[in-house]
């Protein structure tokens, strides 16, 4: 993987302001991946495809990534991205609404990172659920906003955003099947696993 490349990619999303991946984000899943080497990487929103190459580097071998993107632009930029830096084989860019094909997978993954349409992340929990596999995990980045989420915010455009938000915590803090941490790094971050222990009556 060329690093440099991969830098200078990530220097020209911020200077776009593309939401890319923030460093102690990064940092968390990237320790979580060193020490749990993945098979198969679901991602819901590529962008330029930066966060989806950082990941690649801890791949088993024959392992990929499945990332969903929906903006035509950033979809052709990420093809590119992904050539440049080394890692095309790796990396496989599916172009469309995540809300449509989400529900066209069949495989299992050990990891999914949510990042795309707050408004969608309740819908994006019930499909990343489904296919994850059983020791696998679920991190949600930007669940809480800017501090809109713990916050008593609920007039303004953001509002579908937040109540959407709200409920995914609601739904993975609250369901008995689920273990929850959240986490305060760059604009918030929800790290899921299924509960280990079967619960005795
Ligand atoms: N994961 C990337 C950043 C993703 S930014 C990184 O860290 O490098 C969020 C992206 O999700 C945007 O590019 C946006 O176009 C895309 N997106 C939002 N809603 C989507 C949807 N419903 N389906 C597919 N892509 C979506
Ligand atoms: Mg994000």
Redesign the pocket.
């Known amino acids: 993987m060329d690093q440099e490349e991969l830098q200078k990619i990530k220097q020209k999303a911020l200077a776009e302001h593309i939401?890319?991946?923030m460093d102690d984000t990064l940092q968390v899943i990237d320790q979580y991946l060193q020490e749990n080497k993945p098979q198969k990487i679901l991602?819901?929103?590529?962008?330029?495809g930066?966060?989806a190459m950082c990941f690649s580097s801890f791949l088993l071998d024959g392992g990929r990534i499945d990332t969903?993107?929906?903006?035509e632009e950033?979809i052709k930029e990420a093809k590119e991205n992904v050539k440049k830096v080394g890692v095309a084989d790796k990396i496989n860019i599916w172009a469309g609404?995540?809300?449509e094909i989400l529900p066209t997978l069949e495989e299992k993954y050990d990891m999914v990172f949510i990042?795309?349409?707050k408004g969608?992340y309740p819908f994006f929990l019930s499909q990343a659920l489904r296919l994850l596999s059983p020791t696998g995990i679920i991190f949600a980045d930007n669940v809480l906003y800017k501090g809109y989420v713990m916050g008593d915010y609920n007039k303004h455009k953001q509002r579908t955003a937040v109540r959407n938000l709200r409920e995914y915590i609601k739904e993975v803090t609250e369901n008995p099947e689920l273990e929850t941490e959240i986490l305060e790094v760059g604009d918030g971050l929800a790290i899921t696993k299924r509960e280990v222990h079967s619960r005795k009556s």
């Open positions: 939401p890319i991946i991602e819901i929103g590529t962008a330029v930066y966060s969903i993107e929906r903006d950033r609404d995540a809300v990042d795309a349409a969608k």
